[in-house]
């Protein structure tokens, strides 16, 4: 029988040299939300918008959410991003990885997957046998870089949420196992 997964000690600083993943507070704010309007495009995929007319309302429901244990992602030092554990639960078992968006200067230069391994490595450590990420379907750069992280297609949930824009989202559901991940650090 496996130990019993501890969503307190998620709550940490993650590092890989200069990559951090600090917890999101007030302070991140205004740095977070000029990263945000850097890709106004992509906010139509999301089931929330961080765009500038939507940011302020829905980073205080991002903070002010205790069912999600929110990051910001730095590089450098700079705020590049956030990310966050969803879904936490440790009786189960299980968590989910989203609420993700990075720069996109830092796309497509191995900069996510740093992140998402960090993430990956320590709820595993912390005891959890189970991590999903859900992804709009729409959305298949996400989807072709969860894949490449090892996530296996479990399947589509049919008009499984309502987006912001009023869009019915049909969403993937890919899934990652502690017993089959194996830390692509240092391959």
Do not use: H, K, Q
């Given at each position: 029988m496996s130990r019993a997964a501890d969503a307190n000690a998620l709550r940490v600083t993650l590092r890989d040299g200069a990559v951090e993943l600090v917890?999101?507070?007030?302070r991140h704010r205004a740095a977070l939300g000029a990263v945000c309007a850097e890709d106004m495009?992509?906010?139509p995929l999301y089931s929330a918008s961080y765009d500038p007319d939507h940011f302020d309302a829905s980073f205080?429901?991002?903070?002010?959410?205790?069912?999600?244990?929110?990051?910001?992602?730095?590089?450098g030092g700079e705020v590049a991003g956030m990310t966050a554990f969803i879904g936490v639960d440790p009786a189960r078992g299980l968590l989910?990885?989203?609420?993700?968006?990075?720069?996109?200067?830092?796309?497509g230069t191995g900069f996510n997957r740093r992140i998402k391994q960090l993430m990956i490595d320590h709820a595993f450590a912390?005891?959890?046998?189970?991590?999903?990420?859900?992804?709009?379907?729409?959305?298949?750069?996400?989807?072709?870089a969860v894949a490449k992280l090892g996530g296996l297609l479990e399947g589509?949930?049919?008009q499984e949420r309502i987006t912001w824009t009023g869009h019915v989202r049909d969403t993937?559901?890919?899934a990652i196992l502690a017993d089959e991940w194996?830390?692509?650090c240092g391959a």
């Open positions: 917890p999101l507070e007030e495009a992509i906010w205080a429901i991002l903070l002010g959410n205790p069912g999600r244990i929110a990051f910001a992602i730095l590089n989910e990885i989203g609420n993700s968006y990075i720069a996109p200067a830092l796309r912390c005891g959890f046998r189970r991590i999903e990420f859900r992804i709009d379907t729409r959305n298949a750069r996400s989807m072709a589509v949930m049919r993937a559901l890919y194996s830390s692509p």
